[in-house]
């Protein structure tokens, strides 16, 4: 294969293999693995030592990375709990959120940062539901009303940022209009899609021939997961979408879908081997090592987009959840905005297309990535001792 090289891919692995075993064998550092994989690349990258590059084969990966994560992303999400007042404090909060995001986006504007204060709104509007998840699960409270009500509230953020971010900057251009007439027709082809799946699943036949190639080499349900995510994958970029979207969905038509998992427990495990083992890993690396740092530090007054973006991502996704304040009290509704605050992966890909589009400046795109950690580096931590004080208060 002549013009490709593998050397660049061996030390984004190499680099991926290294964070995880950091964290686990320092534990004192207290960093999420994937922080520190962002951080190695950027390390690691053309903005400090310049040993490694995203070239092709790296960024080919990254892309597979960035499609797997939304498509287990969409997977965290249950629609049969979206329901009642979890779903309607879910939707009052996100319309919050975006007033609160346009606001902040306005004076991003006013300030030169940005050239889309929209794009800025739609950013700080989304949370890392697969954060999110684990810390509430930590705390003993992922199964409560309270762990129900920020689970709704971070899948509605999660699927409405998506969809906006396709609906208003894709990549691909063309006027809003029409794009809102594609997504319609993608919805609907997403809709009978799953409606087909659905009636083949019926079939005993298929079921049994299913249910005895899984554990095979033939690996039967992965292949078909991944069938559907690189078809809808396929398909949002054919009607002008982001593909993430197309990624996004998979992700939630089979969570909708697969809901008896008795017949077949290894099956997501499988799923996430193949994204957090590999692909996604070599996503949050190359995103490191595309950060433009060297831009960010040479304005001697950009650093400071840092802060003010983190104290926006609080306010935009935090201020919500004092709709929570009443029901359950300051300490867990605190907890919450902190939780619903945290975001990472969303922020690294608008950013992405931010700079693509010439909708941000590369140094600002640095900053809004540098939020983000800072984001996941302190806000669960502090939910989490919060959510841990009040159990003890409780005993």
Known sequence: MPGVEFVNLFAVAAIALVAPLVTALVPKLRVPAVVLEIVLGIVAGPSVLGWVEADVPVQI?????LAFL???????????????????????????????GLAAGAGFGAAGWVKSPLLIAVALSATSLGLVVPVLKDAGQAETALGQAVIAA????????????????????????????????????????????????RSRRLGATLTRLQDTTAEIRVRAAVVLLVAFVALAEAFGLESILGAFLAGAVVGLLDRDA??????????????????????????????????????????????????????????????????????????????????????????QIGVLTGSMSPATA???VCAGLLSVLVFPAGALSLLRGRKAAVR
């Open 70 to 100: 939304l498509f287990l992303a969409g997977l965290e999400i249950d629609v049969h709990r979206l329901r009642g007042r979890a779903l309607r404090l879910a939707l009052l909060g996100y319309g919050v959120t975006l007033a609160l």
């Open 154 to 201: 971070c899948s509605v953020a999660d699927f409405a940022a998506v969809v906006l971010l396709s609906l208003l900057f894709s990549a691909s251009g063309g006027s809003t209009g029409g794009r809102l007439v594609l997504l319609v027709a993608f919805a609907l082809l997403v809709a009978a899609t799953a409606v087909v799946v659905s009636l083949a699943g």
């Open 61 to 65: 990966a990254a892309l597979l990375g």
């Open 262 to 351: 008795a017949s077949h427990p290894r099956f997501r495990v499988k799923l996430d081997a193949i994204g957090y083992g590999f692909l996604i890993p070599v996503f949050f690396v190359a995103s490191g090592l595309r950060l433009d740092l060297g831009g960010l530090l040479a304005d001697p007054a950009a650093p400071v987009r840092i802060p003010l973006f983190l104290a926006a991502l609080l306010i935009a996704r935090g201020v919500p959840a004092l709709l929570y304040t009443r029901e359950f009290g300051r300490r867990p509704a605190a907890a919450a905005a902190l939780l619903q605050a945290t975001s990472l992966p969303f922020l690294v890909t608008v950013s």
């Open 366 to 368: 640095a900053g809004l």
